[in-house]
């Protein structure tokens, strides 16, 4: 998409801009808890800030490998609210699936897919593994594709 930048950061702490994004949505919007959001996998999680051409926080996602070999996780993945409905978080999963495809994943995985966004990761090609469970307030599902 024009006009937007990707910026990936290795693994480590989220930048300012990355914990700000997912304090608005997940924290604020969502109702998730501090340390349920900025759980111990963002050390290892390559994380992806996308802003537009005022420096405005579009949306972001992490990566990280997942427990069985060439798969890779996708999760935290947000659009900022004024931007939704106009395909950027198509674009953002595209973005965190070639990444992780650049790292050598030969499926995607996300572990806990709000069930409530099951029909956005199936226009992506993402098919539900298993059944539903609760991450805090919220049912989750595992969804898989191959790369
Ligand atoms: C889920 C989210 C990333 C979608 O972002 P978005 O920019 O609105 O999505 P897009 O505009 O790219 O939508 C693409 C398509 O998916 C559909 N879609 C998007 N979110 C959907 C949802 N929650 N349920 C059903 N369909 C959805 C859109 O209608 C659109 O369909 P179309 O191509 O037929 O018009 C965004 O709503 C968000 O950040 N939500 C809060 C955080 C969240 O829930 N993240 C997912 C955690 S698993």
């Not at 060439?70 to 990444?99: P, Q, S, T």
């Amino acid at each position: 998409m024009e006009g937007l930048n990707i910026k990936w950061t290795k693994p480590g702490v989220p930048t300012p801009e990355q914990f700000e994004l997912r304090r608005i949505v997940f924290l604020e919007e969502q109702g998730f808890s501090h340390a349920n959001e900025f759980d111990n996998l963002d050390i290892i999680s390559h994380q992806c800030l996308i802003t537009d051409s005022d420096n405005k926080l579009v949306g972001c996602s992490r990566i990280y490998p997942y427990s069985e070999k060439d798969a890779w996780v996708l999760d935290r993945i947000a659009v900022m609210e004024e931007f939704r409905g106009k395909g950027f978080g198509l674009y953002v999963v595209r973005v965190a699936m070639n990444y992780a495809q650049l790292l050598g994943a030969k499926r995607f995985v996300l572990v806990n897919a709000e069930v409530s966004a099951i029909p956005f990761y199936q226009k992506l090609g993402f098919k539900v593994d298993g059944e539903p469970f609760m991450e805090e307030h919220c049912p989750v599902i595992k969804m898989t594709r191959p790369a």
